[in-house]
T-cell receptor
Framework: DAGITQSPRHKVTETGTPVTLRCHQT?????MYWYRQDPGHGLRLIHY???????DKGEVSDGYSVSRSKTEDFLLTLESATSSQTSVYFC?????????????FGPGTRLTVL | DAKTTQPTSMDCAEGRAANLPCNHS???????VYWYRQIHSQGPQYIIH???NNETNEMASLIITEDRKSSTLILPHATLRDTAVYYC??????????FGAGTTVTVRA
């Protein structure tokens, strides 16, 4: 299995509090992604990174920010959590772009915002 | 990216082949067909991808029609551990995936 870990694996927080989720990889892959998964919606891309300090928005980026200060870590921050951000969050990595490639997914973080 | 259409669910008997269809009638010439699966509560797992030719690996076979408007993922000998949601994704040569609802496959003993 690709070396991807997510922390925490489970978190319960209250509306209005800041939350940071961490994705850590040991594969030295260039690309990293954050997705959220909700019932009936499949996985939706939040943000992605194509290198250190290089990030861009996905389809559901409102309310989220990301940072990547080193290759192995990609952080997802909810500045002020809302109940609509209750979801399962998956991190993924891939090594190339511009050609067929596979993404490797982490185990997920289950976030509940009360 | 081209849209895909998959059945919502399907059942398969253990030990038999599972054939999962996917329609992608608006696929363009440079788009690949990818298949991923997601076993309950886990992150998605890559299965296979193809452009024009049929492909086979240790997990599955991918059959793409000549006009590329549809494809079939074949699990040759389904086991109970193949019970999962299977996603068919058509994608240009970039790095962002778009997952739909997929097909829920239940393998029964």
């Amino acid at each position: 299995d690709a070396g991807i870990t997510q922390s925490p694996r489970h978190k319960v927080t209250e509306t209005g509090t800041p939350v940071t989720l961490r994705c850590h990889q040991t594969e030295n892959h260039r690309y990293m992604y954050w997705y959220r998964q909700d019932p009936g919606h499949g996985l939706r891309l939040i943000h992605y990174s194509y290198g250190v300090k290089d990030t861009d928005k996905g389809e559901v980026s409102d309310g989220y920010s990301v940072s990547r200060s080193k290759t192995e870590d990609f952080l997802l921050t909810l500045e002020s959590a809302t109940s609509s951000q209750t979801s399962v969050y998956f991190c993924a990595i891939s090594s190339t772009s511009g050609g067929p490639n596979e993404q490797f997914f982490g185990p997920g973080t289950r976030l509940t915002v009360l | 990216d081209a849209k895909t259409t998959q059945p919502t669910s399907m059942d398969c008997a253990e030990g038999r082949a599972a054939n999962l269809p996917c329609n992608h009638s608006t696929i363009s010439g440079n788009e690949y067909v990818y298949w991923y699966r997601q076993i309950h509560s886990q992150g998605p797992q890559y299965i296979i991808h193809g452009l024009k030719n049929n492909e086979t690996n240790e997990m599955a076979s991918l059959i793409i029609t000549e006009d590329r408007k549809s494809s079939t993922l074949i699990l040759p000998h389904a086991t109970l551990r193949d019970t999962a949601v299977y996603y068919c994704i058509v994608r240009v040569n970039d790095y962002k995936l778009s997952f739909g609802a997929g097909t829920t496959v239940t393998v029964r003993a």
